[in-house]
Nanobody, 120 residues
């Protein structure tokens, strides 16, 4: 059973910062693309940021310049540093792992989510 385990959520004032972490099994983290998604109350889940194992990263426009995604290979951890948080960043944040594009093997994995609440 593959498990992605998120941590680091909490309550923060607008303008503050949080760091989310997602730990994955070694065999998953070494090969898979890793992403952060979020789901606000009453809204669909949306993509936030991605990090491939070759160092490529990408961000949703809504978080570009405020959030930073990184992979720490030493401890199989995907990190999301969130700065200048806004009330609209309030959501459950999920970690996702999927095989590299074009792969004919593997499957997607999701974490259980971690809550982030930004107070105005």
């Amino acid at each position: 059973q593959v498990q992605l385990v998120e941590s680091g959520g909490g309550l923060v004032q607008a303008g503050g910062s949080l760091r989310l972490s997602c730990t994955a099994p070694t065999n998953i983290f070494a090969i898979y693309e890793m992403h952060w998604y979020r789901q606000a109350p009453g809204k669909a889940r949306e993509w936030v940021a991605s990090a491939a194992r070759n160092g490529w990263t990408d961000y949703a426009d809504s978080v570009k310049g405020r959030f930073a995604i990184s992979r720490v290979a030493a401890n199989n951890t995907l990190s999301l540093r969130m700065n200048m948080l806004k009330p609209e960043d309030t959501a459950v944040y999920y970690c996702k792992a999927n095989p590299p594009p074009g792969s004919s093997w593997g499957r997607d994995y999701w974490g259980q989510g971690t809550h982030v609440t930004v107070a105005s």
